[in-house]
């Protein structure tokens, strides 16, 4: 891993007052560029040849003659052969000429390997990087072990397949689109069966998957992403801020639902199994009696990353819940960076964010903020990894 001390020594030979926010031009990455020219920094989007065009064309800046952003919020988009290719001891040298802070999302860590990120990648980013691996599911500390040792609410996990006595989720990777799901839901080993052989059948999943899949109960509720921020900065007030809540359209699932159960009965073999491939989201609220404890989720999920991942989280982070019947939380997924629904909320900001700062504050401008904070308060190395 990286060692603090080493980002410190980059940063010396950074020009503090003319830094840009980098990012992978995908996933979340609009809203990170939204959210830096608002707080007046440059953006460069890395981008993978052949799906530049959203960056480099249709959501390029066009600057006044005095310099002000009158359309865009993409400064620069530099085209590479893969997203991978970031990693390039050349190219990070650019990078650090260029004064680049680098913001992490899903698709940097899911198109570059891991141990490279923690090794190798040395541009100094905005949020924790000893904590994106545990995104990953075959990961002995993946984000369960995190949320058991912080004593937070998560779907029983069922060991064996022939234990299965109720509604419950089969989690594994897609065969074909590698970075999507081949999730699928049944209530009993024989549909578990059959399920299985049928999308195996279909090329949807495969043997090695389904091999290392996680099994967990069924949590029967509306879904929530909780979208925090938690600032290392902040002296007076409270350092957790809750800045918006995300739901998700899911292709074909979202498709299924909105058919008739004749319809969906009278399927050929192959829709019959929805997939659940996120394509959109869409904003939320949570009535406010359910709003304390979505803090108290936050703060122990903090806490548990001081323990154990000195020095925690820094930055956005996003817990992925369902609310039962019963008004109860739980988490069935983690994201120790920003999340993936921030988009929802560019320009316009979130709901709580607004409310909290006075202004549009979403999550990509909430990170440009903590870091111009950093710059003021000559305070860098403490949000930087």
Not at 165 to 177: G, I, S, T
Not at 187 to 205: R, T
Request: proline share 5%; aromatic share 10%.
């Amino acid at each position: 891993m990286i060692t603090h001390d080493e980002i410190t020594g980059i940063l010396t030979e950074y020009d503090r007052l003319k830094l840009r926010i980098g990012m992978t031009a995908s996933h979340s990455a609009l809203d990170i560029c939204d959210g830096a020219i608002e707080e007046g920094f440059p953006t460069v989007a890395y981008c993978q040849k052949g799906r530049e065009k959203t960056y480099s064309d249709y959501f390029r800046t066009a600057r006044s003659s005095s310099g002000r952003v009158v359309r865009g919020m993409v400064d620069k988009a530099i085209v590479l052969d893969r997203f991978s290719d970031v990693l390039d001891t050349e190219f990070q040298q650019q990078m650090r000429d260029r004064n680049v802070i680098y913001i992490p999302n899903r698709s940097f860590t899911s198109y570059c390997p891991m141990q490279a990120i923690e090794d190798d990648f040395r541009v100094p980013m905005l949020g924790s990087r000893n904590m994106l691996r545990m995104e990953e599911r075959t990961e002995d500390q993946d984000y369960y072990w995190i949320l058991e040792q912080a004593g937070l609410p998560y779907p029983e996990d069922i060991g064996d397949p022939e234990d299965i006595d109720c509604l419950c989720m089969v989690k594994l990777h897609h065969a074909e689109k590698k970075l999507e799901r081949g999730f699928f839901a049944c209530g009993s080993h024989e549909e578990y069966v059959e399920k299985s052989q049928s999308l195996l059948a279909q090329g949807v999943i495969d043997e090695q998957g389904l091999a290392s899949a996680r099994i967990e109960r069924y949590v029967i509720g509306p879904v929530f992403n909780l979208n925090f921020f938690y600032s290392p900065l902040e002296e007076d007030l409270p350092k957790l801020e809750l800045l918006g809540v995300d739901w998700r359209f899911e292709s074909s699932l979202d498709g299924h639902v909105r058919l008739p159960a004749p319809v969906q009965m009278a399927l050929p073999e192959s829709q019959q199994i929805p997939e659940m491939t996120v394509v959109g989201h869409n904003t939320a609220t949570i009535r406010e009696s359910l709003l304390e404890e979505a803090f108290d989720l936050g703060e122990k999920f903090v806490a548990a990353s001081k323990e154990h991942y000195d020095p925690g989280i820094i930055g956005p982070f996003c817990l992925q819940t369902c609310i039962d019947k019963d008004m109860n939380y739980w988490i069935y997924d983690v994201a120790p960076r920003v999340g993936g629904g921030t988009n929802v909320h560019l320009n316009s900001g979130h709901p709580y964010g607004n409310s909290l700062w006075r202004k549009e504050m979403s999550s990509g401008r909430r990170i440009a903020l903590e870091l111009r904070q950093a710059v003021e308060q000559d305070r860098l190395d403490e949000v930087l990894t």
